[in-house]
């Protein structure tokens, strides 16, 4: 298994569809900024068949350091980002 950067996912891209890396970047940040740009102001971002992106509250939660048990740590309430995969990602996944 291997990770997928920004870099080579540009490559890829520009050789499947003979495009230049340059245009390609210029593209892949656009989609980029404007779907962190969406989710900032708490849009729900769905592609069909590919899956959906929403942000959720996460609530506040007592945990525990390992080191130390017995000494309780509020973590508090925060926003994250939630990914639900799609039908079609699911099945290629699975």
């Known amino acids: 298994m291997s990770t997928m950067t ?4 540009i490559h890829a891209i520009s050789q499947a569809k003979g495009l ?5 970047r210029g593209v892949i940040q656009a989609f980029l900024d404007a779907m962190t ?3 900032a102001q708490g849009d729900r971002l769905e592609f069909r ?7 959720v509250e996460r609530k506040q939660k007592i945990g525990r350091n390992p080191k130390q048990a017995d000494v ?4 508090p309430a925060r926003k994250a980002v939630k990914f639900t995969p799609g ?8």
């Open 6 to 9: 920004k870099k080579k996912l």
């Open 20 to 24: 230049h890396p340059n245009d390609v």
């Open 37 to 39: 740009d969406s989710l």
């Open 49 to 55: 068949d590919f899956g959906v992106f929403e942000v």
């Open 72 to 75: 309780p740590i509020v973590i």
């Open 87 to 94: 039908k079609k990602m699911r099945k290629l996944i699975e």
